[in-house]
């Protein structure tokens, strides 16, 4: 990896259903480039990932969205799955928790279904982005400009689309956590 995070402390936003390797891969790149990942979640205790649709390991959950404050982190990660992000966005922690992040120009990577918290947060007017294909429409709709790339870099927001785009997403998030904070 390019980037290094030194010690940054990185959020990951997922609740039950997360896609597990978009959790776990990122997870990785963070950590081994010096960052400081931490999970946070609906509820404390343990949140159950996916791999497809079968349940898979389950994730201990360091901080609850309603405790936590953009301010108290360097960057996000918002894994997919589509479950998760479902389920994220009909909360309100969840979501002002994500829009922080873009209020205070800190950088966010979503993949998959993740950018379905994008939506519900009011952050994608006027970006390209891309994600799974079936939130094409809803990225549209919110004043997005979706494409069909293995990762797109907008600013500070890095997206990619399914597990296969992995290498290229975890390479680009720490690439962008790496640099010197500038605008959303």
């Known amino acids: 990896m390019a980037g290094e995070l030194r010690e940054k402390k990185v959020a990951f936003l997922a609740t039950n259903g997360v896609e597990q390797i978009e959790l776990t891969e990122p997870w990785k790149a963070v950590s081994e480039a010096g960052g400081k990942p931490e999970l946070v979640s609906l509820d404390n205790g343990q949140i159950q990932g996916v791999n497809g649709s079968e349940k898979a390991d389950r994730f201990s959950v360091d901080a609850t969205a309603g405790d936590v404050d953009a301010s108290?982190?360097?960057?996000?990660?918002?894994?997919?799955?589509?479950?998760?992000?479902?389920k994220l966005r009909m909360n309100d922690d969840a979501v002002r928790f994500v829009r922080g992040f873009f209020e205070e120009g800190k950088p966010v990577a979503a993949i998959c279904h993740g950018p379905w918290m994008l939506v519900e947060a009011g952050v994608v007017r006027d970006r390209t982005l891309t994600s799974y294909p079936s939130l094409k429409t809803d990225i549209r709709n919110a004043g997005g400009d979706w494409v069909d790339r293995e990762v797109v870099k907008d600013h500070r927001l890095v997206t990619s689309r399914n597990p296969h785009d992995l290498p290229a997403f975890c390479r680009t998030l720490v690439d962008v956590f790496s640099e010197?904070?500038?605008?959303?």
């Open 72 to 86: 108290d982190y360097d960057a996000l990660v918002l894994p997919g799955g589509v479950a998760n992000p479902d």
């Open 180 to 184: 010197t904070p500038q605008s959303v």
